[in-house]
């Protein structure tokens, strides 16, 4: 669920580069793009802002290991009408500084609830992908003041983590490793849409997880049927079709059964990183949901 020690880079120097890759990273976003730092009991938390100076706010949470620049293929269609802010998790590497280990889930509420706070946001759209989804989702059940609504992708936490997705991850290695030409093939075999992503999303994904230690977080934890009966707010779920993590119609039911009025899809030819996949039909998804939940 979250890493059981501070995170750090194993030197100054693989940390400039880290950083140095980031910023590159970050290029793939529309301009004009604002970055926040916003001070919490566990850390020093960067926030990246771009979009409308009016209407409801978006806020956005990468997937384990990943980073703000995950989202680049969002921003622009969801920034037209509102303000984006996005996220960079605080016990992964990134411009966010860990002080404190956020323990369990009301911790992990109380840091996001903070960034929240310090930046003024109310009536808030929290989306989050993979780890991102999980802490969408813990946002939901143990602070909720602040949200508008709540949209997981592909998230974490509602089944146990299947041993076919570490898998999954190996083989994700493996075909980075692989010629250039060949990398988009085998993307679609594998659903791995990082293996066609740009090179600039990349190499901090690479260079993060030969530096950053603890390079591994145990899994997340499943919600209980109470816990995720106890969403009241408007709910969105997407799942990949061709996701590692969840059974996508396993997961389907059972978001369907527990947690009151969501809306529950399953997205198809995509796999576990669904908006970098199939964008514009996440996005579609996305703002659909924000249309029909704003004031």
């Known amino acids: 669920m979250t890493r059981t020690s501070v995170g750090r880079f194993v030197s100054e120097e693989a940390r400039t580069k880290y950083l140095a890759a980031y910023d590159r990273a970050m290029d793939l ?7 926040l730092d ?3 009991a566990y850390g020093t938390v960067r926030v990246h802002h771009y979009g409308s100076r009016t209407g409801e706010p978006i806020v956005l949470l990468h997937g384990h290991a990943g980073h703000a620049s995950n989202w680049y293929p969002q921003i622009a269609a969801l920034g037209e009408h509102h303000p984006v802010y996005a996220i960079d998790t605080l016990d992964d590497p990134g411009r966010s500084v860990q002080r404190v280990v956020a323990v369990g889930s009301e911790e992990n509420a109380a840091w996001l609830g903070e960034v929240f706070a310090a930046l003024g946001l109310e009536r808030i759209h929290l989306a989050g992908l993979s780890y991102g989804g999980w802490l969408a989702l813990n946002q ?18 509602i089944e146990k983590v299947p041993a076919r997705f570490y898998a999954h991850m190996i083989g994700g290695l493996l075909g980075l490793l692989a010629p250039r030409p060949l990398r988009a093939r085998l993307g679609r075999l594998l659903a791995n849409p990082a293996l066609s992503s ?4 990349i190499a901090p994904l690479m260079l993060g997880m030969r530096s950053y230690k603890p390079n591994t977080r145990p899994a997340a934890r499943p919600f209980t049927d109470e816990e995720l009966s106890s969403i009241k ?13 969840v059974r996508p119609r396993q997961v389907l039911e059972r978001v369907s059964a527990l947690i009151p009025g969501v809306r529950a899809e ?3 030819r995509a796999g576990h ?12 998804h996305l703002l659909r949901f924000l249309a029909a939940h704003g004031q």
């Open 273 to 284: 990183g669904l908006n970098l996949e199939q964008p514009d039909l996440v996005n579609a």
């Open 233 to 245: 707010l408007p709910a969105l779920v997407l799942l990949g079709s061709r996701s590692a993590l």
């Open 198 to 201: 740009p090179p600039e999303m």
């Open 38 to 40: 916003v001070e919490t």
């Open 140 to 157: 939901a059940i143990h602070a909720p003041e602040r949200l508008a609504s709540v949209a997981a992708l592909d998230p974490g936490g």
């Open 29 to 35: 976003w529309p301009d004009p793009r604002r970055e």
């Open 266 to 268: 399953i997205v198809q």
